[in-house]
């Protein structure tokens, strides 16, 4: 006799209290995010300043993003921090993966010294007073560069670089090593391979400090060719300094226009790097 086929049933999922409640808490909590940033968007695009929330611009314009393409005022600092960011996160990035795999070599002289003078770094700072005598004896002073150099080591991320490099089998480096493999060439051949996730993530937390900071500008630059971006939307929006325009736009159309040039490449940036970012995040979390 034919056995008779029973069909199989996945377990029906039981609906909890709790379930419920988790749900309706994240909805309100992503609907009190989305809807400011609609807000924004929609003004970004209408030609009227409102204060009202509207799902759709009653007057569409493009006028907002011209004005921060076409107006030197605004292109130039914006064109600042695409630069800035961009060097200060590779800068970050060689400094933290080249320090992150110095601390990992135990048998090197001195390695206990370092890691505790680093380790002093971040529970002591020298304080802004001796930080504006350093970057003014190096010539940062007014000078757009100093984004770079101010945010170019962390020692936190040196320290997440070292978490994830120890992750990383001995096995590997000691098959190197057999294979006549030098110390460089064992971090450029098969640690940095290996370190895709570490890389992206820290290389975006370096990209958002350099990115966003506009308190370093506000006490090291005067010049307005060197300022960012960040600054320069703060000094527009809180003082009024707006750059003069044909365009028939009211200034909540370009202050909104503004806001989205600001938080857009990063808006873009997160969904391509965001697998490696969700890795990242666990660097260190977990020791075997």
Known sequence: MAEA???YQKPKKKI???SIVNYVVFVILALIILIPMWKVLVDSFNSVGVYQFRLWPSDFTLDGYRVILGERGLLRPLMNSFVTTIAGALLGLVLSTLGGYVLIQFDMPGRNLLAYFLLFTMIF???MIPEYLVMRRLGLLNNMWILVIKHGINVSNIVLMRNFFEGIPASLFEAARIDGCTP???FVKIVLPLSKAALASIGLMFAVAV???YSTVQIYINSPDQVNFQYKLRVMIMDG???PTAYPISQTTLYNAGIIAAILPFMILYPFLQKYFVKGV???AVKE
Request: without cysteine; negative net charge; charged residues 15%.
């Open 16 to 18: 909890t209290v709790f």
């Open 5 to 7: 086929k029973v069909a």
């Open 282 to 284: 666990n660097i260190g």
């Open 211 to 213: 990115w966003n900071d």
């Open 241 to 243: 300094d707006t750059p």
């Open 125 to 127: 700072s020298g304080g």
């Open 184 to 186: 460089m060439g064992i």
